[in-house]
């Protein structure tokens, strides 16, 4: 079956721009992960969606990330006035509940000019 | 504070030489330990989930063992494909939360 899909792969955009990364989970998971992985690290969690709510967004660095899932299955992770400090690959997982096995899907790299 | 440290940050095999990724944890509870291959510009890739003390899992060349504070990842006559970041992550139990906690990762190499 299909996996996480994310789009786009790249994307490039110039410091203090607005930019929409969108995750597509894989059908019937019901819980959905935002992290983020600079070079050289593991990836950091950002945000966890169960259903339509974020469960818990302890991981967002500041108010300029926000993420939504208003139908229970697509997220958009969504970051205003981009700094240099942003880029980084964000992935996006999905689960079929709570601390179930997490599956990754490629990734969108991100990069602030 | 949570906290995954894999050893070592990078290993060069030669085709064929076995040897163990370790990763140490501190966390309040474990619900349960998992390993990830990760590729080059790919996202994570599952290999195993261990729960408790004592527990094992193997796939193909990879073996997965976890104690109450480390777990190794053992590779048996290792070829190139098996070439990547091998990533390890923990649930912790404390806090409600469901994130994942990842350590850095070892980039294993595999020359033939």
């Known amino acids: 079956g299909a996996g996480v899909s994310q789009t786009p792969s790249n994307k490039v955009t110039e410091k203090g721009k607005y930019v929409e990364l969108r995750c597509d989970p894989i059908s019937g998971h019901t819980a959905l992960y935002w992290y983020r992985q600079s070079l050289g690290q593991g990836p950091e969690f950002l945000i966890y969606f169960q259903g339509t709510g974020a469960a818990d967004d302890s991981g967002l660095p500041n108010d300029r990330f926000f993420a939504v899932r208003p139908e229970g299955s697509v997220s958009t992770l969504k970051i205003q006035r981009t700094e240099r400090g942003d880029s980084a690959v964000y992935l996006c997982?999905?689960?079929?509940?709570?601390?179930?096995?997490?599956?990754f899907g490629p990734g969108t790299r991100l990069t602030v000019l | 504070e949570d906290q995954v440290t894999q050893s070592p940050e990078a290993l060069r095999l030669q085709e064929g030489e076995s040897s163990s990724l370790n990763c140490s944890y501190t966390v309040s509870g474990l619900r349960g330990l998992f390993w990830y291959r990760q590729d080059p510009g790919k996202g994570p890739e599952f290999l195993f989930t261990?729960?408790?003390a004592g527990e094992e899992k193997e796939k193909e060349r990879l073996k997965a063992t976890l104690t109450k504070k480390e777990s190794f990842l053992h590779i048996t006559a290792p070829k190139p494909e098996d070439s990547a970041t091998y990533l390890c992550a923990v649930y912790p139990s404390g806090g409600g939360s469901e994130k994942l906690v990842f350590g850095k990762g070892t980039k294993l190499t595999v020359n033939p």
């Open positions: 997982a999905s689960s079929p509940g709570m601390t179930d096995t997490q599956y």
């Open positions: 261990l729960y408790s």
